[in-house]
C-alpha cells in the first residue's frame, strides 16, 4: 500500500473513533457537505492530548506521524494550562497537520501527580508501539472522584484521565471550501442551525494579522464509565481554521498560542 493509502487509512480510523464521543460533529460535517460545493471536506489539522511521561509524551505519539513522513513543524508553550505542545506537518499539504499537546506533570499537587503515574502505570511500550495507540481511549482505572480531583485543578488532565488517547478534535479548513469562504460565514451558518460555539477570547479567535482564524464548537457531553459510575461529560468539539497568506505568499501553516489557549477551553464544562 501507499504511504498517502495508510496516512488516510489512519486518519479514518481516527476520525471513526472520535464521532463515537462526537455526535454533534457527524451533524456539523453533513451541514457542511451540504451548503457547500467543495467535494470533500479537507481536515486542517487534529489535536491529540497526553501526559509529559517519557514513555508517552509528544515524541512517543509522534513517531507514528513521523514514520509516515510528517515532520516537526512548531513549538508551542502554554504556561498558564501548564502545557507544551509541537505541531507536525506532511509535505503534501493535502494531509492533516497533526497538533499534540502533553502536560507537565511535575507541576500539578501531589494529589493530582499521585492519580496521574497511577495511569502512566498502565500505559505500556507495546501500547505505545501501535499507531493504534493514537485513538485507543483509556487502558486504565479511574473513579469519578479521581476526576473531580483533577478537574479542579486542570481541565485538560481530567480530559485525558477520562478520555485517553484520541483526537480531542477535528478541524475543518475553510480554506478548502467553496461556498462558505470566510469562516465568519461558517459560524452564521452553524449558529442558524443550533450548534453553540465557544466563545471565550471571543467567538474568533485570531485574525488576518497573525494570519489564522479559528472558531469552535463547544464539546459534546457523553457518558464516560468510571470505577464506580457512569457520568456525563465533556468529550470532543468541532473546529474551523481559516489560514491566510504571509508577506512571501505562503498560506501560514503554523498555530498561533494566544487563540489555542482559549481553544482548549471548548471542553470546558460550561
Ligand atoms: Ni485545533
Given amino acids: 500500500m501507499s504511504q498517502q493509502h495508510h496516512i488516510d487509512e489512519l486518519f479514518v480510523r481516527i476520525w471513526n473513533d472520535y464521532l463515537l464521543i462526537t ?4 451533524k456539523v ?20 492530548r497526553t501526559l509529559n511521561f517519557p514513555h508517552m509524551g509528544i515524541s512517543v505519539l509522534s513517531q507514528h506521524f513521523e514514520a509516515l513522513g510528517y515532520t516537526h513543524g512548531g513549538d508551542y508553550d502554554f504556561g498558564s494550562k501548564k502545557l507544551n505542545a509541537m505541531h507536525f506537518e506532511h509535505p503534501d499539504g493535502n494531509h492533516p497537520k ?11 499537587s501531589d494529589t493530582a501527580q499521585t492519580i496521574l503515574h497511577r495511569i502512566s502505570q498502565s500505559v505500556t511500550p507495546e501500547l505505545m508501539s501501535e499507531s493504534n495507540c ?26 485525558f484521565a477520562a478520555w485517553g488517547f484520541r483526537a480531542n478534535h477535528f478541524t475543518v479548513s475553510v480554506n478548502h471550501l467553496e ?5 465568519v460565514e461558517v459560524n452564521s451558518l452553524l449558529k442558524q442551525h443550533g450548534f453553540v460555539l465557544n466563545t471565550s477570547g471571543g467567538e474568533i479567535k485570531g485574525s488576518q494579522d497573525v494570519c489564522l482564524a479559528q472558531s469552535s464548537t463547544m464539546a459534546d457531553k457523553m457518558p464516560v464509565v468510571f470505577n464506580d459510575q ?4 465533556p468529550s470532543c468539539f468541532y473546529e474551523f481554521a481559516q489560514r491566510y497568506p504571509l508577506p512571501n505568499g505562503e498560506l501560514y501553516q503554523g498555530f498561533v498560542a494566544a487563540s489555542a489557549d482559549k481553544i482548549f477551553e471548548s471542553t470546558n464544562v460550561n
Fill in 29 to 48: 460535517h453533513a451541514l457542511l457537505a451540504a451548503s457547500d460545493t467543495a467535494p470533500k471536506i479537507v481536515n486542517d489539522h487534529i489535536a491529540l
Fill in 98 to 108: 497533526v497538533f499534540i499537546s502533553e502536560l507537565k506533570v511535575d507541576e500539578l
Fill in 230 to 233: 457512569t457520568v456525563d461529560i
Fill in 23 to 26: 455526535p454533534s460533529a457527524e
Fill in 134 to 159: 493514537l485513538y485507543s481511549g483509556k487502558c486504565w482505572k479511574l473513579t469519578y472522584n479521581d476526576y473531580q480531583n483533577l478537574l479542579a485543578e486542570s481541565e485538560y488532565a481530567a480530559w
Fill in 179 to 183: 461556498t462558505l469562504t470566510e469562516l
